[in-house]
């Protein structure tokens, strides 16, 4: 069974930086493509980010390319988001998703960027 477990978030000011973590496990974490995707408040699900398996290319949203870097430690089954120069339009829940098959995600990380 898939679980996808995100930590890391929290309250921050603006220009603050934070590091989000997933721990994956009950599947080939190495296999897989794994993505980042947000929740902002009154807003549907927003892609953020995507890794291969192999850490040999990423993909990054406009509205967080230069600030954000996805990256992975498939021997250790995790997926990280380090968030840098974080605004308020940044406050969202942040989610690890599993790519392919059913797209599982976990249950979020709350971020958010605030004065």
């Known amino acids: 069974q898939v679980h996808l477990v995100e930590s890391g978030g929290g309250l921050v000011q603006p220009g603050d930086s934070l590091r989000l973590s997933c721990a994956a496990s009950?599947?080939?974490?190495?296999?897989?493509?794994m993505s980042w995707v947000r929740q902002r408040p009154g807003r549907g699900m927003e892609w953020v980010s995507t890794?291969?398996?192999?850490?040999?290319?990423?993909g990054y949203a406009d509205s967080v390319k230069g600030r954000f870097t996805i990256a992975r430690d498939n021997a250790k089954n995790t997926l990280y988001l380090q968030m840098n120069s974080l605004q308020p339009e940044d406050t969202a829940v942040y989610y690890c998703?599993?790519?392919?098959?059913?797209?599982?995600r976990g249950q979020g990380t709350q971020v958010t960027v605030s004065s």
């Open positions: 998703q599993k790519d392919g098959g059913a797209g599982e």
């Open positions: 009950g599947f080939a974490f190495s296999n897989f493509y």
């Open positions: 890794i291969y398996p192999d850490s040999s290319n990423e």
